[in-house]
T-cell receptor, first 112, second 117 residues
Framework: DAKTTQPPSMDCAEGRAANLPCNHS???????VYWYRQIHSQGPQYIIH???NNETNEMASLIITEDRKSSTLILPHATLRDTAVYYC?????????????FGQGTILTVHP | NAGVTQTPKFQVLKTGQSMTLQCAQD?????MSWYRQDPGMGLRLIHY???????DQGEVPNGYNVSRSTTEDFPLRLLSAAPSQTSVYFC????????????????FGPGTRLTVL
């Protein structure tokens, strides 16, 4: 079972920032937080990951709280094409490498 | 690069039939895996491989076989199809030595939609 908790759905207006929360209160010290998304029936797509520092790439920003028990994925200027299911996943790598545990994620709907 | 490719896109089988789902990647990735996704659910790991000649079981391996004779290909075999295997199957690959060290950035294929009657 997934160890993270996410809201089942969220809405966002096009052009606004989308802030997707994730609760991972039992995360271990060596576990990273990964975000993937799945656009309507396609294969999941990697977005970003982090350990304890905030991270930013061309797709999104990841803010991790200091106690690492929660994080927020930020899509700074959401577009209609960002409508997807977003998955927050913990993984420590090592012997757990590649064994991603997908929960039910958050369905993000971006409205015009 | 084509990335991760899967064939066929759609397949309908009768109970008891066997078939092979094909997966190939052209990124020279060592790690490959198979997931299944049932309606409204997240993905579950079936089998994985850390390199040619090495495979292991994931969370839901029963009813499936895999082999890895080359780096590029990782076929998934359904031995005797059952209605419970109706699902969407995704193949994924990644490099152990990706730029972020232990980063677990998997590249997924487009999926095969399988229906077993």
């Amino acid at each position: 079972d997934a160890k993270t908790t996410q809201p089942p759905s969220m809405d966002c207006a096009e052009g606004r920032a989308a802030n997707l929360p994730c609760n991972h209160s039992t995360i271990s010290g060596n576990e990273y937080v990964y975000w993937y998304r799945q656009i309507h029936s396609q294969g999941p797509q990697y977005i970003i990951h982090g350990l304890k520092n905030n991270e930013t790439n061309e797709m999104a920003s990841l803010i991790i709280t200091e106690d690492r028990k929660s994080s927020t994925l930020i899509l700074p200027h959401a577009t209609l094409r960002d409508t997807a299911v977003y998955y927050c996943i913990e993984n420590a790598g090592g012997t757990s490498y590649g064994k991603l545990t997908f929960g039910q994620g958050t369905i993000l709907t971006v409205h015009p | 690069n084509a990335g991760v490719t899967q064939t066929p896109k759609f397949q309908v089988l009768k109970t008891g039939q066997s078939m092979t789902l094909q997966c190939a990647q052209d990124m020279n990735h060592e790690y490959m895996s198979w997931y299944r996704q049932d309606p409204g659910m997240g993905l579950r790991l079936i089998h994985y491989s850390v390199g040619a000649g090495i495979t292991d079981q994931g969370e839901v391996p029963n009813g499936y076989n895999v082999s890895r004779s080359t780096t590029e290909d990782f076929p998934l075999r359904l031995l005797s199809a059952a209605p419970s295997q109706t699902s969407v199957y995704f193949c994924a690959s990644s490099s152990w030595t990706s730029g972020r060290g232990r980063a677990d950035t998997q590249y997924f294929g487009p999926g095969t939609r399988l229906t077993v009657l």
